[in-house]
């Protein structure tokens, strides 16, 4: 398998803050095959509201996510306490980007279609095993661009405490990264996921570039 992450090499991806270049080899680490666009943190930055809005619906939807494996596959036991911890961690995660949109006098806003996922999605197969599969390892592939897109943020975020709330939750995503990938291990063959994860990976690196900027995780 590739790189996961692990206590001694997180801190590598916390860096001080430091002006936005192209210069972050955070999706390498991650094996994303494609670097987020720095314009994409220009963006976020200069229109941090809605970009607040977005990422709470983002928490809410991994937390319900998490939850839909769990009422779907009651036969796979190893996946079901990890993942009913981790609806919980991604509801707290919820939990206090909505206490930043609420101190900021902002309303939560209507739910829309996430046209990253949405892309992605679309390659999920059916069959109860192909789709166990790739929702697992599309999934581990969501969190790693988390992990780096919100790295980005924690970087270049001028507000201290914005910035430390960013590089904290970059930690998480980079452990629920490793957290899909295992799980896939508990029910496939590492040669198996590497096939699947191989051809993900660049559906993935496709769907982030086809993206529009906007003010969103993705
Ligand atoms: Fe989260
Ligand atoms: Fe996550």
Known sequence: MGYIMTESNR??????????????HTHRMLQLRRQTDPAWVTTVL????????????????????AMSFVVRYG???????????LAREELEHFHQVYRIIESR???????????????????????????????????????????ERFGLVGKHHTDPELAAFYQDLTVSEARHHGLFLRLAREYFSVKTIEARL??????????????????ALH
């Open 11 to 24: 801190s590598a991806m916390v860096s001080p803050l430091s002006p936005v270049t192209g210069e972050d």
């Open 46 to 65: 200069a229109d941090f509201d809605p970009f607040l809005l977005d990422h709470a619906a983002c928490e809410r939807k991994a937390s319900a996510s």
């Open 75 to 85: 036969d796979r036991p190893a996946l079901l306490d990890p993942l009913i911890a």
């Open 105 to 147: 006098g902002l309303q939560l806003s209507a739910d829309t279609r996430d046209p990253y996922i949405h892309a992605l999605s679309e390659h999920v197969r059916s069959g109860r095993d192909e789709r166990l599969l790739d929702r697992l390892l599309m999934f581990g592939v969501v969190e790693a661009r988390g992990c």
């Open 198 to 215: 191989d051809e993900l990976l660049d559906v993935e690196a496709k769907v982030v570039a086809g993206l529009d900027l906007r003010p």
